[in-house]
């Protein structure tokens, strides 16, 4: 069964240094999403992306994140100046289309901030 | 969205029927009822959906109440497996964003 892929499964960095987070969607979806959890706390939806742009973000998602989609294959998350409140479970999902009523999440990214 | 409440744990022990309710009395009529599910550190994953008509997949059934106000996930014959955070949501098309609240942590019990 296609699956959802995301590496690193572990990161960690230090305050004020920039991540980047991958995605691998599943082939030929059109939706993708990234999505936190912070430890202990509810997944919460971070930005939403289709036709190679930002069609929903959330407050959440300042200026210090990006998001792209670089090669048709790779979805990324950008964090330019991480903070220690950055640190969570990071979740990439894509959905096929409109018509289309699943969301595929992957296995996440824990990102430790010290 | 429709907000959605749900109890925050149940117990179930294992081989029985879970059966996991949720009121959704403010859901407008374009939206559907969506069940996701998050075990321990993984990703969320979908289980089932339905608009107004109960639906049934290999996972679970989704039982709506006429009024469409509450529904019941039931997991025909829980497993330690099925130990996870279900989460109930409304949504008015499978693309929106997901907007997770806490869930109902549910405990299969051997």
Not at chain 1, 56 to 64: L, P, V, Y
Not at chain 2, 10 to 21: H, K, Q, S, V, Y
């Given at each position: 069964e296609p699956e959802v892929t995301q590496t690193p499964s572990h990161q960690v960095t230090q305050m004020g240094q920039e991540v980047i987070l991958r995605c691998v969607p599943i082939s030929n979806h059109l939706y993708f999403y990234w999505y936190r959890q912070i430890l202990g706390q509810k997944v919460e939806f971070l930005v939403s992306f289709y036709n190679n742009e930002i069609s929903?973000?959330?407050?959440?998602?300042?200026?210090?994140f990006s998001v792209e989609r670089p090669d048709g294959s790779n979805f990324t998350l950008k964090i330019r100046s991480t903070k220690l409140e950055d640190s969570a479970m990071y979740f990439c999902a894509s959905l096929s289309s409109s018509s289309s009523y699943e969301q595929y999440f992957g296995p996440g990214t824990r990102l430790t901030v010290t | 969205d429709a907000k959605t409440t749900?109890?925050?744990?149940?117990?179930?022990?294992?081989?029985?029927?879970?059966?996991?309710?949720?009121?959704?009395?403010?859901?407008?009529?374009?939206?559907?009822?969506?069940?996701?599910?998050?075990?321990?550190?993984?990703?969320?994953?979908?289980?089932?959906?339905g608009l107004k008509n109960n639906e049934t997949n290999e996972m679970a059934s989704l039982i709506i109440t006429e009024d469409r106000k509450s529904s019941t996930l039931i997991l025909p014959h829980a497993t330690l497996r099925d130990t996870a955070v279900y989460y109930c949501i409304a949504l008015k098309t499978s693309y929106d964003k997901v907007i997770f609240g806490p869930g109902t942590s549910l405990s299969v019990i051997p």
């Open positions: 929903e973000k959330s407050e959440i998602f300042d200026d210090q | 749900q109890p925050p744990s149940m117990d179930c022990a294992e081989g029985r029927a879970a059966n996991l309710p949720c009121n959704h009395s403010t859901i407008s009529g374009n939206e559907y009822v969506y069940w996701y599910r998050q075990i321990h550190s993984q990703g969320p994953q979908y289980i089932i959906h």
